[in-house]
């Protein structure tokens, strides 16, 4: 069974601050996509890494793939209360379907 | 291009009425999914079509879950003698396969229904 953990569940934090939130798994993904979801509302897709090893930055989010395809990074520089929400990572299931992981629950306060 | 929209937003019902949510893909997206994602969690897989055909179910999907995608466009989910347990946000998800094969599932606002 394929699943993906994420860590930690819960972060507050002031603003301005920086912080780094992880995503693991046993299982190898071929791609793995981070998705933002405010209260109320569906997930919002980010990025979606592929190659091991894989960069990419979005303003002030860096999102990194590891090596072997089974872990992925979120770091966020100089937190804003706008980056406040639940932060889900997600790998392609069997089925055709996203496997998500229980999420990371970000509060950014001014 | 309007995105994935659901309706309605908000249900509340009693133990034991059937309800039904409705989800319009984004246009052109041949496939079409359903999450439902309970307080705490991410969303789980429920079922997914690839035009008009129903090609996966999850285990969570019980017998009192149905979906369809009549025309291979928009798609309906209901649930018949609801329970408390189905309390939920249900989501729907459309894509299609671009460059290179790999595919981008695009989220609605979702469903939340509550049964009392």
Partial sequence: ?110 | DTGVSQDPRHKITKRGQNVTFRCDPISEHNRLYWYRQTLGQGPEFLTYFQNEAQLEKSRLLSDRFSAERPKGSFSTLEIQRTEQGDSAMYLCASSRKGQGGRETQYFGPGTRLLVL
């Fill in chain 1, 1 to 110: 069974t394929q699943l993906l953990e994420q860590s930690p569940q819960f972060l507050s934090i002031q603003e301005g601050e920086n912080l780094t939130v992880y995503c693991n798994s046993s299982s190898v993904f071929s791609s793995l996509q981070w998705y933002r979801q405010e209260p109320g509302e569906g997930p919002v897709l980010l990025v979606t890494v592929v190659t091991g090893g894989e960069v990419k930055k979005l303003k002030r989010l860096t999102f990194q793939f590891g090596d072997a395809r089974k872990d992925s990074s979120l770091h966020i520089t100089a937190a804003q209360p706008g980056d406040t929400g639940l932060y889900l990572c997600a790998g392609g299931g069997s089925q055709g379907n996203l496997i998500f992981g229980k999420g990371t629950k970000l509060s950014v306060k001014p």
